[in-house]
């Protein structure tokens, strides 16, 4: 399987004889299309909140019906974009990535859900919160829509309880990039692809996969785009790759790709967290 990665073309596998069909595939291990990159709900609520608009919040509910915020501070659900209102103009946004193997202080209520938005304010008070507040949204399922639940992280003085340290896009970028070549070489050398032909296709169209610009906020910087896109790539093949640990020869095959991928997972979360950490002024 050729891949093409800056300028080095690479080979995951060579003869792929009787491979079966790509709906065989997605059939089988129900992985999508990846011609578009996967943005989870946390990211693009991370990305549309600086700039909040009806707009954003129809790209964050997609197909999946209104979605409302379930918030202490409130009486009930609210709908998300009056939530987005009634927070006030956000001061730090990220999407976070939490897993047990990568854990960061104040993240632990996101663990089940793999995901979640960090949301600080920039003044001193809002409509919700007599100082500046800081919380994550954490999403989960309801039905045919989405609920977002707020974990206050702020302590009764206005301190965040656990703050999260800022993520550093440049260091992000050289990690992400080194991560990515580590990753190419792990699957050639563990030979993924003659233990998994079926999915030699879907990991070259991994490669070069891109944010569908639709559901970008106008004005998205092109370097957070950038290590965005990189990151989820990287944590597609990593996600991919680990899968199914069944398909490998040996228990010992199994072990050493999860010793060598789930730390460059890892790094791919921290470069998605890097990339939507935005903040209202420079730090």
């Not at 990535?97 to 960090?118: I, K, M, R």
């Not at 040996?250 to 921290?270: G, I, K």
């Amino acid at each position: 399987m050729p891949v093409q990665h800056g300028r080095e073309r690479r080979h995951l596998t060579s003869h792929r004889r009787g491979a079966p069909s790509r709906s065989q595939r997605s059939q089988r291990f129900r992985v999508r299309s990846v011609t578009d990159l996967d943005l989870h709900p946390s990211i693009l609520l991370a990305l549309w909140l600086p700039v909040p608009s009806s707009r954003g919040a129809a790209v964050v509910e997609g197909a999946d019906g209104a979605h409302t915020v379930l918030d202490p501070a409130l009486d009930g659900e609210t709908p998300l974009m009056e939530w987005m209102t009634l927070m006030g103009r956000p001061g730090r946004v990220a999407a976070v990535l939490p897993s047990p193997s990568d854990p960061l202080p104040g993240l632990g209520s996101a663990l089940d859900a793999g995901e979640a938005v960090l949301v600080q304010t920039a003044g001193e008070s809002s409509a919700l919160s007599a100082f500046r507040r800081t919380c994550l949204l954490v999403p989960e399922a309801s039905g045919t829509s989405g609920v977002w639940r707020v974990v206050d992280q702020t302590t009764q003085s206005g301190e965040p309880a656990a703050a999260v340290p800022p993520f550093d896009a440049a260091h992000a970028r050289a990690q992400v990039h080194a991560a990515m070549e580590e990753a190419i070489e792990a699957l050639t050398e563990l030979d993924l692809a003659r233990e998994r032909p079926e999915l030699a296709d879907d990991l070259t169209d991994l490669i070069t996969a891109v944010a569908d610009p639709r559901l970008l906020p106008p004005g998205l910087d092109q370097r957070r785009r950038e290590l965005l896109e990189r990151s989820l790539r990287l944590l597609g093949i990593c996600e991919i790759a680990l899968d199914d640990d069944g398909a490998a020869a040996t228990a010992l095959q199994a072990e050493r790709r999860a010793r060598v991928l789930r730390p460059l997972r890892d790094t791919a979360r921290r470069g998605v967290a890097a990339a939507t950490d935005w903040w209202a002024q420079a730090r």
